[in-house]
């Protein structure tokens, strides 16, 4: 297989993650919290760094990006366009600002932008269209989703249905390990979907010997994840909604998980 990817952890809880052209050697790094990791990352795998590229302007996804570009001067920074004015100042000048539909080339594999206001106004995320992967950034965790920082929660959850028209089978890696907070709050509003009982049980087994529980599936994601789940009736009811519009649901899942 010609793309490999390889995640592991930055800082406490954040992911770093490599994706890997073997065909050609390019090699990009997913958002960079902290340079250390993945430089002992790319030693680790023999890999040499050409491209970074940054979902958003949090300092927990950019903080490590100088350091990493004094090790590999020649690697291209990739963010996003309306987060620039934002990001340089931290990162350096960037070699491409994307925008809703660009592509990017790691290697021969290609990447699109997608824009996914809501966590920030000016979050992407990449797309993996041969690959089906899809690095989510903040916006889409597994069990659950960004905190809306930036924008309206309409605009969030219509991000959110972006990335949910995106095939089932798309694996889907993400900027935090929250999944076992986000899952219990999931069965606090939808406790009657035996696939998301199941799924939290492989989820705390998963954690207790200390392993990943990412990268998920959209199907699974589609299927557990309440944040995705807002048409459902049974979440609906939860939140004291019935039959509203999803927006709203979302909104109010939103809301109540902040407070939790
Ligand atoms: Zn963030």
């Known amino acids: 297989m010609p793309a490999q990817v390889h995640q592991f952890l930055c800082q406490t809880d954040n992911f770093g993650v490599l994706v890997h052209d073997s065909e050609t050697g390019a090699t990009a790094a997913i958002d960079v919290p902290d340079a250390a990791p993945y430089l002992a990352a790319l030693a680790g795998k023999g890999w040499t760094l050409t491209d970074i590229l940054?979902?958003?302007?949090h300092g927990d996804h950019i903080d490590g990006v100088p350091a990493l570009r004094t090790q590999f001067p020649k690697a291209k920074l990739h963010i996003p366009a309306r987060e620039a004015?934002?990001?340089?100042?931290?990162?350096g000048p960037a070699d491409a600002l994307l925008s809703e539909g660009d592509r990017v080339t790691i290697g021969a594999l290609g990447a699109e932008v997608i824009e996914t206001p809501g966590h920030t106004a000016g979050h992407i995320v990449y797309f993996f269209p041969v690959e089906n992967l899809l690095f989510a950034g903040d916006t889409l965790f597994a069990l659950g989703c960004g905190r809306v920082f930036e924008t309206s929660m309409t605009v969030m959850w219509e991000s959110l249905v972006k990335l949910a028209s995106l095939p089932g089978e798309t694996r889907v890696y993400c900027g935090h390990e929250y999944t076992q907070a986000n899952g219990r709050f999931a069965?606090?509003?939808?406790?009657?979907?035996t696939l998301l009982v199941d799924r939290m049980?492989?989820?705390?087994?998963?954690?207790?010997?200390?392993?990943?529980?990412?990268p998920t599936t959209l199907a699974l994601e589609l299927a557990t994840n309440p944040f995705l789940r807002a048409k459902n009736p049974?979440?609906?009811a939860s939140v004291?909604?019935?039959g509203a519009d999803p927006?709203?649901?979302?909104?109010?899942?939103?809301?109540r998980k902040n407070k939790a």
């Open 54 to 57: 940054i979902t958003h302007r």
């Open 240 to 242: 004291g909604l019935p």
């Open 234 to 236: 049974q979440v609906q």
């Open 201 to 214: 049980r492989e989820v705390d087994a998963h954690r207790a010997e200390g392993r990943f529980t990412l």
């Open 247 to 255: 927006a709203a649901v979302f909104g109010a899942l939103r809301e």
């Open 187 to 193: 069965l606090t509003v939808d406790g009657t979907n």
């Open 85 to 91: 004015e934002r990001i340089v100042p931290t990162t």
